[in-house]
């Protein structure tokens, strides 16, 4: 496998592992929740750090994962909703 620049062994890095959505879920609970930081996730998870940004904002593969709704939001839609109806 030679190219043009005569190096032999042009073979590119292997890529960390991708995330799955019970982990997108997982780090969204730590970052909303607990406020857990970017770097920190992504050691722990064995990924880059714009990986778990990438997840958390919700770009390129993660966007058909739906995204993380707190408990305060919930009760507070619920609320909404509740005095709209009546």
């Not at 064995?46 to 408990?71: C, D, F, H, L, W």
């Amino acid at each position: 496998m030679t190219k043009i620049d005569g190096r032999k062994r042009n073979i590119p890095p292997l890529r960390k592992p991708f995330l799955n959505d019970e982990t997108v879920t997982a780090i969204d609970f730590f970052v909303h929740e607990l406020g857990a930081r970017y770097p920190h996730l992504a050691r722990h998870f064995g990924v880059n750090r714009r990986t778990v940004m990438a997840a958390v904002n919700r770009q390129g593969a993660y966007e058909r994962i739906p995204a993380y709704v707190s408990k305060h939001e919930k009760l507070g839609e619920a609320t909404r909703e509740g005095k709209a109806n009546d």
